[in-house]
């Protein structure tokens, strides 16, 4: 999301990518993301969000990581930086998240625009060192 201290939002909620095998061997390791992630919990995590950003009168450029379980979503982490999902949303929405986490400290917020597509980002975890 996109925040100015008294009014944020939501550009896009991402599917991250958490422990995949055939990307890591590590468990819970951090894989990629893709955007956008459709879920019936949308609205949900939207407002959580929205309301995080106003309780905490986070400025510029903030991600919110849920969980989803089977009683719901679930708050696990506020991130007030640049997400890794930076590159994802741009593509996918044709938005510069750089320039509206700028703008953002001016008071101004992006306007929404649709997704034009689905882009997905893999990190692949190499299981021994490489030479150059």
Request: with cysteine; glycine share 8%; charged share 20%.
């Amino acid at each position: 999301m996109i925040s100015t201290g008294d009014d944020a939002v939501v550009v896009a909620i991402n599917e991250q990518l958490i422990g995949i095998p055939w990307l890591t061997r590590i468990p819970f390791a951090y894989c990629g993301n893709i955007t956008p992630f459709h879920t019936k919990f949308k609205a949900d995590m939207e407002q959580y969000a929205l309301q995080i950003a106003m309780e905490f009168k986070l400025q510029g450029s903030n991600g919110v990581d849920f969980m989803l379980t089977n009683k719901g979503v679930q708050v696990i982490e506020i991130n007030p930086r640049f997400q890794g999902s930076l590159d994802t949303v741009e593509l996918s929405t044709g938005m510069s998240i750089f320039d509206a986490h700028i703008r953002s400290f001016d008071g101004e917020l992006p306007e929404l625009r649709g997704f034009q597509c689905f882009c997905c980002k893999d990190d692949y975890f190499c299981r021994k060192g490489i030479d150059y």
